[in-house]
């Protein structure tokens, strides 16, 4: 088992969507990537239950949050862009490594860009952060171990 750093994850997008055989881009210049993950609860008590509440997993949420600089010329930052000022859906994989690579796992979507806030802090580079959510599509989200 190897730890990784938060530096050595990557993000990647697909302007087509993950169906098919998509053609991924390395989101390079992004700061911070939070990954969020978590399941819906259904309330399974019974009076079988020992007096203690027991509750079940049900249906997976995600939603995706990163920071990039604000740089026009950047193919990354436009599609992204794109996709939000359009509602158009954009892949989107959250991955521990380099997407070729045996063994990199990672979540893989079709994604909605929610949020889309500029930052112009006075003494620092303007930068963009972005939140995106699996969205509506002939492809579901899956979690994708590359072999």
């Known amino acids: 088992m190897s730890v990784k750093l938060g530096g050595e994850m990557k993000l990647y997008l697909c302007a087509a969507g993950i169906g098919g055989t998509p053609t991924w881009t390395e989101l390079a210049r992004v700061k911070d990537v939070k990954l969020n993950t978590s399941k819906g609860e259904a309330d399974v008590t019974s009076r079988a239950s020992g007096g203690w509440k027991q509750t079940i997993g049900t249906l997976l949420d995600a939603s995706i949050e ?26 989107l994989a959250v991955m521990d490594g ?18 889309f806030e500029r930052n112009e802090p006075l003494e620092q580079a303007a930068a963009v952060s972005i939140s995106a959510k699996p969205t509506y599509s002939a492809n579901v989200p899956v979690w994708k171990v590359i072999e």
Not at 69 to 90: C, H, I, R
Not at 98 to 115: F, Q, R, T, V
């Open 66 to 91: 990163f920071e990039m600089p604000w740089d026009t010329e950047g193919e990354g930052l436009q599609a992204v862009k794109d996709a939000y000022f359009n509602g158009t859906l954009l892949g």
């Open 98 to 115: 380099p997407i070729d690579e045996a063994g990199s796992e990672g979540l893989w979507a079709d994604c909605s860009i929610l949020k």
